[in-house]
């Protein structure tokens, strides 16, 4: 099937776009062009919105129930193609196969989590109050706009569209520009899983298409996964029309290392933990916080643990880093690397271009030492496979730089002493902290403090954001 795409999923069904601009997509381990993708205008835009409202009150009036099915079928239509979405992923944005394969092999698992909330959920509740009784009913908040990055299309996507469907919305997908030919399978996954015409819809393109659909007034929430630049963007849109948002935003996640760690024990973290996705990814524990009394020792530790992930073709499965998404990108951490140096911090591993990979957009796995928490490589979030590690000399010294951020999304404390370090992650001023984990298990809320962002998705309560209470209450007559 050809990877340059004409049409656009709207209304259950392939159309044409009105647009005529189009964005190449280009793999970046070969740096050739891919395939291509229509870059959608307003009145793309507002053809979804409005397939996705009318769509809304016969889904939204169906029984939760029949709506897990729904999620159910989707899940298992997505297993169906799941090592097809998994390759190109990996294409589109360098994901080594064997984490991709591993990325998309958790996606049926959220949508089967979704259809459990689904099936759990009752819309009416009768409250007793000291004036008469009340029934709170819970409403979808109507057409939902899921716009998400290129690190994690497909899982970021099933955070946003699961929870919404369950709850009795629709919803307009855009994906990023970087990574949409995943979404034409998506939308081959909701055809095959008889999904109502209207309920999801796809658009693709680039900025400026996430700017309308924000703006359209079509549009009832807006859930968010990307930079803190356009989430701040989204957010003041979205207050023009008092439209919900959920931002998903960015991180500079610190890891503190206790006195006690085991070095071989944290080891599987500096690639899942600390550089996975090649360092893209928001949670990732990029600023490490090492006892003084062992500095040396862990510094050494992480320069030979970054050195040996695998890195190359992403074809191969038992590479374990690969380029990084585009030549901007690499550009981006190729200057924040320069700027350490500059600002003086030493780099005590990578700083270059990986030898022998003369095409694709790598960097080395690269290490800074002698870093300040003042520095911009220690507060500024970098996206590619740069830590910094810094010295503390008490926990309480290591909690307030941890702490001293613009960001509070993630963060980690590795000990054998699983109690201690539950009580210092305890002071993290961030949505979640793993203690001697880096695994975040979908049942419970994820979502950042400060600019890392707003609301939570996930867990339990993953369907109140698409959801607006309406009070009716009674006295008798
Ligand atoms: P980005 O913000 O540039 O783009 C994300 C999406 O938003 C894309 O679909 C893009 O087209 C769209 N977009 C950009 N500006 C917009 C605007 N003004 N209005 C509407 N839509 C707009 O981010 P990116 O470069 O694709 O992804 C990297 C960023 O995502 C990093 O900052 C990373 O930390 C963050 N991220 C956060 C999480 C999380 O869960 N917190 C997860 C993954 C990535």
Same mark, same amino acid.
């Given at each position: 099937? #050809?990877?340059?795409?004409?049409?656009?999923?709207i209304?259950?069904?392939?159309?044409?776009?009105? &647009?005529?601009a189009r964005?190449?997509?280009?793999?970046?381990?070969t740096?050739?062009?891919?395939?291509s993708?229509?870059?959608?205008d307003?009145?793309?835009?507002?053809?979804?919105?409005?397939?996705?409202?009318?769509?809304g009150?016969?889904?939204?009036?169906?029984?939760?129930r029949?709506?897990?099915?729904?999620?159910?079928?989707?899940?298992?239509e997505?297993? /169906?193609?799941?090592?097809g979405?998994?390759?190109i992923t990996?294409q589109?944005?360098? $994901?080594?196969?064997?984490i991709?394969?591993? @990325?998309?092999?958790?996606?049926?698992?959220q949508?089967r989590?979704?259809?459990?909330?689904?099936?759990s959920f009752e819309?009416e509740?009768?409250?007793e109050?000291?004036s008469?009784d009340?029934v709170v009913?819970?409403?979808?908040v109507?057409?939902?706009? /899921?716009i998400?990055?290129w690190n994690?299309?497909?899982?970021?996507?099933?955070?946003k569209i699961?929870p919404?469907?369950?709850?009795?919305c629709?919803?307009?997908?855009k !994906? /990023?520009a970087?990574?949409?030919?995943?979404?034409?399978?998506?939308?081959e996954?909701l055809?095959a899983?008889?999904?109502?015409?209207?309920?999801?819809?796809?658009?693709?393109?680039?900025r400026? $298409?996430?700017?309308?659909?924000?703006a359209n007034?079509?549009?009832?929430?807006?859930?968010?996964?990307? #930079?803190?630049?356009?989430?701040?963007?989204?957010?003041a849109a979205a207050?023009?029309?008092?439209?919900r948002v959920?931002?998903?935003?960015g991180?500079?996640?610190?890891?503190?290392?206790?006195?006690?760690?085991d070095?071989e024990a944290?080891?599987p973290?500096?690639?899942s933990?600390?550089?996975?996705?090649?360092?893209?990814?928001?949670?990732a524990?990029?600023r490490?916080?090492?006892?003084?009394a062992?500095?040396?020792?862990?510094?050494?530790?992480?320069a030979?643990?970054?050195?040996d992930?695998?890195?190359?073709?992403p074809?191969?499965?038992?590479?374990?880093?690969?380029p990084?998404?585009?030549a901007?990108?690499?550009d981006?951490v190729e #200057?924040?690397?320069?700027?350490g140096?500059?600002e003086?911090?030493r780099?005590?591993t990578g700083?270059?271009?990986?030898?022998?990979?003369?095409?694709?957009y790598?960097?080395?796995p690269?290490?800074?030492?002698?870093v300040?928490?003042d520095?911009?490589?220690?507060?500024?979030e970098?996206?590619?496979p740069v830590?910094?590690? @810094?010295?503390?000399?008490?926990?309480?010294e290591?909690?307030?730089?941890?702490?001293?951020?613009?960001?509070?999304l993630s963060?980690?404390?590795? &000990?054998?002493d699983?109690?201690?370090?539950?009580?210092?992650a305890?002071r993290?001023?961030?949505? &979640?902290?793993?203690?001697?984990?880096s695994?975040? !298990?979908?049942?419970?809320?994820?979502g950042?403090?400060?600019s890392?962002?707003?609301?939570?998705?996930?867990?339990?309560?993953s369907?109140?954001?698409?959801?607006?209470?309406?009070?009716?209450?009674?006295? !008798?007559?």
């Amino acid at each position: 099937m #050809s990877n340059h795409k004409s049409q656009l999923f709207i209304d259950g069904t392939w159309v044409p776009p009105h &647009s005529t601009a189009r964005i190449p997509v280009v793999n970046p381990a070969t740096e050739e062009e891919l395939g291509s993708i229509p870059d959608a205008d307003a009145i793309d835009i507002d053809a979804a919105v409005v397939a996705a409202k009318a769509a809304g009150p016969t889904w939204a009036n169906r029984d939760p129930r029949e709506r897990a099915e729904v999620l159910r079928r989707i899940a298992d239509e997505f297993e /169906a193609r799941a090592e097809g979405i998994a390759s190109i992923t990996s294409q589109q944005n360098g $994901t080594p196969i064997s984490i991709a394969r591993a @990325m998309h092999s958790q996606v049926p698992i959220q949508y089967r989590y979704f259809a459990d909330l689904a099936e759990s959920f009752e819309p009416e509740s009768l409250v007793e109050t000291a004036s008469g009784d009340a029934v709170v009913r819970l409403d979808p908040v109507g057409v939902v706009a /899921a716009i998400t990055p290129w690190n994690g299309p497909q899982p970021l996507a099933a955070w946003k569209i699961g929870p919404a469907l369950a709850a009795g919305c629709t919803v307009v997908l855009k !994906p /990023a520009a970087e990574t949409s030919l995943d979404s034409y399978l998506f939308a081959e996954v909701l055809e095959a899983a008889d999904l109502p015409a209207g309920v999801v819809n796809i658009v693709t393109g680039g900025r400026e $298409t996430g700017a309308e659909l924000v703006a359209n007034p079509g549009v009832r929430k807006i859930a968010f996964t990307g #930079s803190p630049r356009a989430g701040r963007a989204i957010g003041a849109a979205a207050a023009q029309d008092f439209k919900r948002v959920t931002l998903e935003l960015g991180g500079k996640s610190a890891a503190i290392l206790l006195e006690d760690v085991d070095l071989e024990a944290f080891r599987p973290f500096v690639f899942s933990g600390c550089t996975p996705n090649t360092g893209q990814t928001c949670r990732a524990f990029t600023r490490i916080f090492a006892p003084r009394a062992r500095y040396e020792e862990i510094v050494d530790f992480l320069a030979g643990a970054l050195k040996d992930i695998p890195m190359g073709d992403p074809t191969d499965p038992a590479n374990l880093h690969g380029p990084l998404v585009n030549a901007a990108q690499r550009d981006r951490v190729e #200057s924040y690397i320069r700027l350490g140096v500059e600002e003086g911090a030493r780099i005590v591993t990578g700083g270059g271009r990986p030898a022998g990979l003369e095409s694709g957009y790598y960097v080395e796995p690269t290490l800074f030492v002698d870093v300040t928490n003042d520095m911009r490589i220690a507060r500024e979030e970098i996206f590619g496979p740069v830590l910094v590690v @810094m010295p503390y000399d008490t926990v309480d010294e290591a909690v307030a730089i941890a702490n001293d951020s613009e960001f509070g999304l993630s963060g980690g404390v590795f &000990s054998p002493d699983a109690e201690r370090a539950t009580a210092i992650a305890r002071r993290f001023e961030t949505g &979640s902290v793993g203690v001697n984990s880096s695994t975040l !298990p979908i049942e419970t809320p994820f979502g950042g403090v400060k600019s890392s962002g707003l609301g939570r998705e996930l867990g339990p309560g993953s369907l109140d954001a698409y959801l607006e209470s309406k009070t009716i209450f009674r006295q !008798p007559a």
